[in-house]
């Protein structure tokens, strides 16, 4: 599956991409993790913190899958709001769900900051200081006046479930940013990160606990042996024997495990060149995230170095695969949304442009856990627009389940539950 296509922004930051070599050996291990984005990156640093003999194989290049197209913005917030979650699943699987999102965005940082402390710095070619994972509020927009009263009725379930949230009314939106909307959601303690140095700061810091990593190692087959014996593995001419397997390959496994109710679309991102925004850009409150209501939404987000970073515009794949090209109109669409929204901007340009695969589920949340085809293996699969944080959610029930913790919340997020049931 071709994944992204374009000028991607993240690798433009880091001086030396970490190399790992070719497997070209039989070995064994506790657990083999198969894929170096970000869900295996997580799972490779939670599991090397607990001492589990892991081995980490992605077919490419470490972070060169999604990672590599990511745009980094974190939040607790599903795309999904959590009043249409309470709609569909109840108030209590609903909120625990919203709460382990906020759980996931608080251990985020804390890895984030982890990392940059506990390890050699990665070198960054910036000259402004560049954090793996910084603080950031988001701005939620009502797209529309008739989403207004939608977008409230989500503040009051946010406050009531005590999720942190503030009701901007047009006046606050026009005082704190250069456009006008008719209200917003201003919600704390989100973040934005660099996807591409965070995977390979995870990989980097778990290789030094004893995980072994290996890159162009495709898995070409399987062997299910039995409970205690676990799994063959083959790459090529060689074994990999393990109790365990981790599948964090993201979108592409629904080319070998396809799941229902999950649809795929091409998505579409700007990168401008750096600006000063104390002198060009007056104002933009805190630098915030901003997203909005409109299905497909469009979002923004800011660089370290002063760029501006915009997205959305998705359209359905519909089975085929992703067309090259669409992103040259597509960049000019979202640049002349970045005018509209900020009109000091407009004499700004585009830098860098791709495109990318983007999955999502019906019911809004991601597939975790099991699956009784592949025994001894755990699949990871975040898929939706909050996917990194739940990722996080993955790794760490994952990391959970196999040192013998239960996780009777699992079963929220099974790979075969009904897509059309209702209250949990």
């Keep these: 599956m071709k994944l ?52 980490l194989v992605d077919k490419g290049k470490i972070a060169g899958g999604s990672t590599l197209a990511s745009t980094g913005l974190l939040q607790y917030a599903s795309d999904k709001m959590l009043t249409s979650f ?24 804390e890895i984030g900051y982890h990392l940059q402390q506990q390890q050699p710095p990665l070198k960054i070619d910036n000259p402004v200081p560049h954090s793996l994972i910084s603080e950031r509020a988001t701005l939620y927009l009502a797209s529309n006046h008739s989403d207004i009263s939608l977008l409230r009725t989500e503040y009051e379930n946010l406050r009531k479930h005590g999720f942190t949230a503030e009701w901007w009314n047009k006046e606050k939106i026009a005082d704190k940013l250069p456009f006008h909307r008719h209200a917003a959601i201003y919600t704390q303690n989100d973040a934005e990160m660099d996807p591409f140095a965070f995977v390979h700061a995870l990989i980097s810091y778990a ?125 000019r669409d979202l640049m002349q949304m970045v005018h509209n929204m900020i009109p000091n901007a407009s004499n700004l340009n585009v830098e860098f442009f791709w495109e990318a695969v ?48 239960p996780r009777p919340d699992l079963g929220i997020f099974s790979l075969t539950r009904s897509l059309k049931r209702k209250k949990l």
């Excluded at 000028?7 to 083999?32: A, E, F, G, R, S």
């Excluded at 109840?90 to 999102?101: D, I, N, P, Q, T």
């Excluded at 997203?291 to 085929?320: H, S, V």
């Excluded at 699949?379 to 990391?399: K, P, Q, R, S």
């Design 4 to 55: 992204h296509a374009g000028k991607y922004l993240w690798p433009h930051y880091m001086k030396q991409v970490p190399d790992y070599p070719t497997l070209k050996h039989d070995i064994n291990c506790d657990c083999l993790i198969i894929g170096g984005g970000i869900g295996g990156a997580l799972c490779s640093y939670l599991l090397s913190l607990q001492g589990i003999r892991a081995v």
């Design 86 to 109: 309470i709609h569909t699943f109840g108030e209590r699987a609903s909120v625990h769900f919203y709460r382990l999102c906020e759980q996931a965005m608080l251990r985020l940082k």
């Design 207 to 331: 290789a030094t606990k004893g995980l072994a990593v290996f890159e162009n190692t495709p898995i070409t087959g399987h062997t299910f042996i039995d409970d205690k014996a676990g799994v063959i593995c083959r790459s090529r001419k060689v074994q990999i024997q393990t109790k365990h397997v981790i599948y964090a390959t993201g979108y592409e496994t629904q080319e070998f495990k396809k799941d229902r109710g999950t649809s795929l679309t091409s998505t579409y991102v700007i990168v401008t060149e750096p600006i000063n925004y104390s002198d060009k850009i007056d104002p933009w409150y805190e630098r915030c995230m901003i997203w909005e209501t409109a299905r497909p939404y469009c979002y923004m987000r800011t660089t370290p170095d002063g760029r501006i970073l915009a997205g959305g515009l998705d359209e359905r794949l519909n089975g085929k695969p992703l067309t090259e090209g669409r992103r040259f109109q597509k960049s």
């Design 358 to 405: 983007f999955g999502g589920t019906n019911d809004g949340l991601p597939f975790i856990g099991p699956h009784p085809k592949y025994p001894n293996c755990y699949f990871l699969e975040g898929y939706g627009g909050n996917g990194t944080v739940c990722t996080m959610i993955a790794a760490e029930m994952i990391t959970d389940i196999l040192t013998g913790k």
